[in-house]
């Protein structure tokens, strides 16, 4: 089986990549740094890296000919945190992008599709129970630009299995943490700054967290057991932004802050450094929109993915403790 990964150098694509050797397949990886993608990939032979981007489609194309899956998880995201306006970002790379790239593939004649999209397109349920794919948006689902486009890009993928052959699944991961998160991610440089004792408090809120393995080890298990135009919620298990400092503390050692920071202050916070970010130009060290998540609370319910594609969850100090190993290795603490 030969399999054609975008966003192989993020997070999920680099753990994707690798749960895809483990089970003998070969992969043809979209980078758009080599450098990065010898980084974290260069030691495994199965892969044949392509430099590429989505906003030239056409340049790497001929590559999806002889491919049998196409696992698209680029996305214009950690970019998003930034002030300013995204939106004609995460429009032409969440949404056109998308659909272009679903259309070469099916011309192409690859057999099959695994689509990430995101939990933060699923809401709680009107009791306050965790929120399963049949529940509808929340409301940071359309304040959040990046929820919003990733929810107008799964209306186009159902609409696109409406009229082609290809079959398409979607997967709507909670918030992944794990090894190999080199950008790092949002999470990931929080989880960083714990680390580096650069949290003086522990902020409210929660979320749902999951393993980053545990999501590409359920989009390996799509590809024969997934439905087209159905998503398969892979959320994990929700915890409080303190629970996840504790864990964090028992695994590395550092000890986790003993002042609680309430939601407003946060939101202040949030607010003041987005403001220091417009001034000088650098993305806020407290981005607005990682705060509203965060007080959001959202709860996930992956019953549907548990029994259609047999998904599992490993247990938080799993994650944490290969994730802290991870960072140490490649020296980032």
Known sequence: MQAFVTGSTGLLGSNLVRELVDQGYFVKALVRNLEKAQFLLGDLPQVHLIQGDLQAIPAFA????????????????????????????????????TLELLEVAAAAQVLKAIYVSSSGCI??????????????????????PYFKSKLLAEA????????????????????????QDAAPTELGQFVLNALHRKMPARPAGGMSYVDVRDVAAA?????????????????????????????LSAVSGVPAPKLAMPGLGMRILAIISTWVGQLTGQRPEIPIEGVKIML?????????????????????EITLSDMVAWYRQAHYL
């Open 219 to 247: 989009m390996v298990k799509a590809v024969s057991l997934g439905q087209s135009g159905q998503r398969y919620l892979v959320g994990g298990e929700y915890y409080s932004t303190a629970d996840l400092m504790g864990h």
């Open 156 to 179: 186009a993928v159902v609409n696109f299995t409406q009229t082609h052959a290809m079959p398409v699944v979607m997967i709507c991961p909670g918030a992944m943490l794990g090894p």
């Open 296 to 316: 959001a609370r959202l709860a996930y319910d992956s019953t549907k993915a548990q029994r259609e594609l047999g998904v599992q969850f490993r247990p938080l």
């Open 123 to 144: 809401g709680l349920n009107s009791n306050g129970s965790p929120g399963d794919e049949t529940t509808p948006p929340g409301p940071i689902t359309y304040s959040n």
């Open 62 to 97: 001929a590559e999806l000919r002889g491919c049998d899956v196409l696992f698209h998880t680029a996305a214009y995201f950690r970019e998003s945190y930034a002030s300013g306006n995204h939106w004609p970002m995460l429009q032409r790379l969440n949404i056109d992008a």
